[in-house]
Structures are given as structure tokens and as C-alpha cells.
């Protein structure tokens, strides 16, 4: 019933802050969410936003777009990014933390698709909703806590779309002894609340947003069922992009928190995420999560 409120009901702010002298990163903001959180965040005045795309061609088009629209040219830069790979997902972060500080680091890109193929070992979903998300995040980290530093008053934030599709299942594989787990955005959900209150010492807002179901080119092959629901509920995409961009401003209330039409709503979190079982998963999972990503990047964990 939530949902179908929020689809038909609840329309999220229009952003108006100033992200004045403000540096972000927004991946997979060639199209959907993410170029419509980028073209919010270009038109309230960020001095730079990084558009993260593994297709650079695209995120060409992408930056024109936005500039059009905004009037602002000199913003948008379009750096490659495929987190499909770990090279790629490294060399970005080596770039990324050449920038003289990060202020918003929003991790949008995703897949969700019915086909399996692997990346890297893993079940490509798995690889680049959760592992490359979390590696570029953590990689980063640092250059988000040294421009904590510079500015106390205003904290950078880490910020990772999530979906209330989360709720839809209660983790099942977290039970057997080492497993691939497939429902990657619970997973997602899991690994934030855990690893949130260690990031908070550091001066860095870790949260999750749920944007609603929008229109966007999610799902290409979500089959006439889900195609029809758009049609009868979806956001704009400019609506949804609204979402990113709230988590992207509000305070420590949303740290290792999640945000739905564009406010810090945990009670809108999945039963089982918040059960004494969701509790053990959050642990096991992080656990196997910190073995996959430490092969990739030794030392990569030692702040969570
Ligand atoms: N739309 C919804 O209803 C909805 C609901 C809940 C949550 N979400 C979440 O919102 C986020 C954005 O989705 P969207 O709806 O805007 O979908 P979208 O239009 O398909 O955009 C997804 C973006 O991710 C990029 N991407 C995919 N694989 C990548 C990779 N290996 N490396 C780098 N970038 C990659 C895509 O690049 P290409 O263009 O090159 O493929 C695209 O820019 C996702 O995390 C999604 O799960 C969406």
C-alpha cells in the first residue's frame, strides 16, 4: 500500500539548494536517474559533476544535454567507468582521488537483468550492483574523510540507490555455509547498515535512497507486465532523479539510512533487513563481501 501511495500521491521536492563549490560524482549518469540527478545538481550550481559512464560516447551526449538545458557549460566532465571490471572500477578511483575533494559520491549504476552472464568471477549483478559499488566507495573513502576535514560544517556524502525491491525477499542463501547471493539490492541494504556507523566517525554520511519506480531504461527486458505497471505508476524521470539529489543534502539523521520520496523513512525498510535474522545476515554477508572485495584490493576494508 506504501508504494502504490507514494507512486500516485507523494511527489518529491524539486531541488533548490546550492551546491556552490561543490565536487560529485554521479555513475551511470549517461541516462535515467543519474542524468537527471546530474542535471539537478549542474543547474544548482555545482563547480564539477563527474559523469561516470562506461560508455563515453554516451555520457558525451549526456553533458550536451545538460548543458542545454542548464545554460552551464564547464561543469559536467564525462570519465569512464565500467563496473564490470576492476580495473576499470580502480583506475577511476586513482583519478577520482586526484580531484581536490569529493563532496557527493552518488553510486547509481546498476543492472538488473533476467539474463545470467559473469564479470569478474561473479554473477554480473552481482559484480556491479554490490562488489565494484562498494569497491569504488571504499576506495574513495578517504578523499571523501580528508574533504570532511576541510569543510566540518558540511559533510560529504556516500550515497548508494537502492530499491524497495530490497523488501521482496528474505535472504534465503544467507543461511547456507558460503553462496552466491543473487538478491543483490537486499545485499546492498545489508552491507550499508552495517559498515554506516563505522564510516560516521570519519565525518562522512553514508545513506541509501530509494527512488520509486520510474521511467528510465531499467529493465529493457522486464517483460509486459513491468512495462505496464510504468505505464500506470512510474515517476518521470526527473521526478525520481529528485531523490538522489535529496539524499545527496540531508543530514546525519540519514546516516547508514534509508531514504524513500526523498526523506529518511526506515520504517519503510524490508521486515526482514530489520529482524534479529536480517541482523545475523547483515554480519555474514559483510563478512563474505570483505573477503571478495580484500582479494581485489588488499587492505581495502581497514576502516570498516
Ligand atoms: N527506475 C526505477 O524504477 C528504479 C527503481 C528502484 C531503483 N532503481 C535504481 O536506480 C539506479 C539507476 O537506474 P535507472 O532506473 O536510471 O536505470 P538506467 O536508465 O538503466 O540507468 C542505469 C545506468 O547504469 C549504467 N550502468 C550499467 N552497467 C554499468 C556498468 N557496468 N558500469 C557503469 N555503469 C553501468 C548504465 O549505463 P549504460 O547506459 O551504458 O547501460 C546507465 O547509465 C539503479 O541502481 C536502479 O537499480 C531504479
Known amino acids: 500500500m506504501g508504494f502504490l501511495y507514494s507512486q500516485f500521491f507523494v511527489t518529491p521536492k524539486y531541488p533548490t539548494e546550492s551546491f556552490a563549490d561543490q ?5 551511470g549518469s549517461n541516462v535515467g536517474l543519474g542524468l537527471e540527478a546530474a542535471r539537478h545538481f549542474s543547474r544548482c550550481n555545482a563547480k564539477k559533476v563527474v559523469l561516470a559512464v562506461r560508455n563515453v560516447a554516451a555520457g558525451e551526449k549526456a553533458k550536451q544535454s545538460i548543458e542545454k538545458s542548464t545554460g552551464r557549460t564547464d561543469v559536467c566532465e564525462v570519465w569512464e567507468l565500467d563496473l564490470a571490471s576492476y580495473a576499470s572500477v580502480k583506475a577511476f578511483a586513482e583519478r577520482a582521488s586526484k580531484l581536490p575533494r569529493i563532496d557527493v559520491l552518488l553510486e547509481n549504476a546498476g543492472i ?11 554473477e554480473r549483478t552481482i559484480t556491479v550492483n554490490v562488489i565494484s559499488t562498494f569497491i569504488l566507495g571504499l ?12 569543510i566540518p560544517s558540511r559533510k560529504p556524502h556516500w550515497t548508494i540507490v537502492s530499491s524497495e525491491v530490497h523488501a521482496w525477499t528474505n535472504l534465503p ?18 552491507v550499508v547498515r552495517e559498515i554506516a556507523p563505522k564510516v560516521a566517525d570519519s565525518g562522512v554520511i553514508l545513506n541509501m535512497l ?30 525520481g532523479g529528485r531523490t538522489l539529489v535529496a539524499a545527496a543534502t540531508v543530514g546525519d ?9 526523498g526523506e529518511v523513512n526506515n520504517g519503510a ?3 526482514f533487513v530489520t529482524s534479529e535474522d536480517g541482523e545475523k545476515a547483515q ?17 581495502i576494508t581497514s576502516s570498516c
Open 253 to 261: 539523521e540519514s546516516q547508514g539510512a534509508y531514504m524513500t520520496d
Open 283 to 299: 554480519k555474514k554477508v559483510w563478512t563474505e563481501l570483505k573477503e571478495i572485495l580484500e582479494k581485489v584490493q588488499p587492505g
Open 269 to 271: 525498510l524490508g521486515a
Open 23 to 27: 565536487i560529485i560524482i554521479v555513475t
Open 173 to 190: 542463501e544467507w543461511k547456507s555455509s558460503n553462496t552466491s547471493i543473487p538478491d543483490f539490492k537486499t545485499v546492498e541494504v545489508l
Open 112 to 122: 538488473a537483468t533476467r539474463n545470467f552472464s559473469l564479470a569478474e568471477g561473479h
Open 139 to 150: 576506495l574513495l573513502l578517504p578523499k571523501l574523510q580528508a574533504t570532511a576535514k576541510e
Open 210 to 239: 530509494n527512488p520509486g519506480l520510474c521511467h528510465s531504461e531499467l529493465a529493457r527486458d522486464g517483460g509486459w507486465l513491468l512495462w505496464f505497471m510504468k505505464l500506470v505508476l512510474a515517476r518521470t524521470t526527473e521526478v
